[in-house]
T-cell receptor
């Protein structure tokens, strides 16, 4: 059973601090990793993709991937109240174009003003 | 460029009624997906279509059927709705390049089955 695990939270972080969100996955064959943000009542929105070990930065967001330890994380610097949302980790198993994504259940992030 | 669109936004059905959820994308993507999202369960794949003319079952296909009408459109049909199908339904599409699968979601349909 391929699984993606996330702490459900809520994770409370003061405004201006760094929010750290973590995700582990079960299958070493995973090739692609994604972070989605979902505001309450809205659809998931892709914010980061990462495909190789190391860090990938995009504005205030940094995705970190460690395939040996099978975890992927998302750092949000200078957290803002508008970052309050549920963050979904997603993992694409395999290399075929029709491979499916497995989503974690999400971590609720609350930025404290 | 609307991205992924879904209709209707909200729907209330009685047990045993049927309905079709519509999805269309204007990004020329090959692959399309239908998910349901329930509290505490996360996003679960119902059906997907890797390309025009093909469809495959996902994790929770029972009680649903799909049609990939053309490259743009992918519909989800509930033949005889049950209260257990009360959920939020999302359609997504992706280019599904080798080794990647960035998916883009529609706004969702909130379905209640009484």
């Amino acid at each position: 059973q391929k699984e993606v695990e996330q702490n459900s939270g809520p994770l409370s972080v003061p405004e201006g601090a760094i929010a750290s969100l973590n995700c582990t996955y079960s299958d070493r064959g995973s090739q692609s990793f994604f972070w989605y943000r979902q505001y309450s009542g809205k659809s998931p929105e892709l914010i980061m993709s990462i495909y190789s070990n190391g860090d990938k930065e995009d504005g205030r967001f940094t995705a970190q991937l460690n395939k040996a330890s099978q975890y992927v994380s998302l750092l949000i610097r200078d957290s803002q109240p508008s970052d309050s949302a549920t963050y979904l980790c997603a993992v694409n198993y395999g290399q075929n174009r029709d491979d499916k994504i497995i989503f974690g259940k999400g971590t609720r992030l609350h930025i404290l003003p | 460029n609307a991205g992924v669109t879904q209709t209707p936004k909200f729907q209330v059905l009685k047990t045993g009624q049927s309905m079709t959820l519509q999805c269309a994308q204007d990004m020329n993507h090959n692959s399309m997906y239908w998910y349901r999202q329930d509290p505490g369960m996360g996003l679960r794949l119902i059906y997907y279509s890797a390309s025009e003319g093909t469809t495959d079952k996902g994790e929770v296909p029972n009680g649903y059927n799909v049609s990939r009408l053309n490259k743009r459109e992918f519909s989800l049909r509930l033949e005889s709705a049950a209260p257990s199908q009360t959920s939020v339904y999302f359609c997504a599409s992706s280019e599904a390049l080798q080794g990647s699968n960035e998916q883009f979601f529609g706004p969702g349909t909130r379905l209640t089955v009484l």
